[in-house]
């Protein structure tokens, strides 16, 4: 099955910076990747997302990047604000019927200080 | 983005009782959700895949007689803990993955807020 690793686990970033986390998968037929925010305690919220048909993808301060090649896709977010202290999950989707499912990574803990 | 509503969001019970928890897709309908356990500072643990009128597929070490699953229309699925214990506490979520829909919206997981379960 798929495995999908995610690094770093914890990453403190000062305000204003740029912060970057990374994911690679296992599994080649994989062809949808979420990133998901959870706030403590609070649900899972996605934030972006990409297929493998594309290389890259934007949204305001969150861009995307995935490397079908070397199996990896990273995060990106840029000018970070307080308010993105969070845990971010990547995730990776294999295709295929309603048997599929989400293989989620370990998470990292973003923290953004003052 | 489409909603996901999942009661009761925390509950407290005595070793031994069974607990329900319902999820539900508010303005979609969702053919496939999906049960998590979330332990502290951890990643989501897929728990069973939920079928809407068919057996839930059950993940390796989830007793599928402990952790009952029921997606009995394609907006309600409940997972009943039964006879609960202080180990089964935990935060669970459940997911709903749209049925069809265009390409664009393919594959995408929506998230309950998550039921916190509290055995005494």
């Known amino acids: 099955g798929e495995n999908v690793e995610q690094h770093p686990s914890t990453l403190s970033v000062q305000e204003g910076d740029s912060a970057v986390i990374k994911c690679t998968y296992s599994d080649s037929a994989s062809n949808y990747f979420p990133w998901y925010k959870q706030e403590l305690g609070k649900r899972p919220q996605l934030i972006i997302d990409i297929r493998s048909n594309v290389g890259e993808k934007k949204d305001q301060r969150i861009a995307v990047t995935l490397n079908k090649t070397a199996k990896h896709f990273s995060l990106h977010i840029t000018e970070t604000q307080p308010e993105d202290s969070a845990v971010y999950f990547c995730?990776?989707?294999?295709?295929?019927?309603?048997?599929?499912?989400?293989?989620f990574g370990t998470g990292t803990r973003l923290q953004v200080t003052l | 983005g489409a909603v996901v509503s999942q009661h009761p969001s925390w509950v407290i019970c005595k070793s031994g009782t069974s607990v329900k928890i319902e999820c539900r897709s508010l303005d979609f309908q969702a053919t496939t959700m999906f049960w998590y356990r979330q332990f502290p500072k951890q990643s989501l643990m897929l728990m069973a895949t939920s079928n809407e009128g068919s057996k839930a597929t059950y993940e390796q070490g989830v007793e599928k007689d402990k952790f009952l699953i029921n997606h009995a229309s394609l907006t309600l699925s409940t997972l009943t803990v039964t006879s609960a214990h202080p180990e089964d506490s935990s935060f669970y979520i459940c997911s709903a993955r749209l049925a069809g829909g265009l390409m664009i919206a393919k594959n995408i997981q929506y998230f309950g807020a998550g039921t916190r379960l509290s055995v005494l």
């Open positions: 995730a990776a989707y294999p295709g295929g019927g309603t048997a599929s499912k989400l293989t």
